[in-house]
């Protein structure tokens, strides 16, 4: 089971990036997937989950409409896209497996992480 997460970057106030976290040795059908992030100095933080066989998507208050979970019809790819970057956004960004479907906002309730990919947001 791993999960490789990229797309990281140096992007300025108010752009956009896309992440994306390429999984294997599971099945999206069965597992959610969601990222999470730390900033220097900070605890890491949950942002947002997807549950495919649940059909939904959850997102912490502070990036909802603007940060969208999402995967690829394969199902091998789980991809965050965020726009409208702030400053707030810096950190580095986790993708990871949860023990179930559903998933959760609590890290302890997810068993596989990825590697993780820094995202500055900075003029």
């Known amino acids: 089971v791993q999960l490789q997460a990229s797309g990281g970057g140096l992007v300025e106030p108010g752009g956009s990036l896309r992440l994306s976290c390429v999984i294997s040795?599971?099945?999206?059908?069965?597992?959610?997937v969601g990222w999470f992030r730390q900033a220097p100095g900070k605890e890491r933080e949950w942002v947002s989950t997807?549950?495919?066989?649940?059909?939904?998507?959850y997102y912490r208050d502070s990036v909802k409409g603007r940060f969208t979970i999402s995967r690829d019809n394969a199902k091998t790819t789980v991809f965050l896209q965020m726009n409208s970057l702030k400053a707030d956004d810096t950190a580095v960004y986790y993708c990871?497996?949860?023990?179930?479907?559903?998933?959760?906002?609590?890290?302890?309730?997810?068993?596989?992480w990825g590697q993780g990919t820094q995202v500055t947001v900075s003029s």
């Open positions: 990871a497996r949860a023990t179930d479907y559903l998933g959760s906002a609590l890290a302890q309730a997810y068993d596989v």
């Open positions: 040795g599971f099945s999206l059908n069965s597992y959610a």
């Open positions: 997807i549950s495919v066989s649940d059909g939904s998507s």
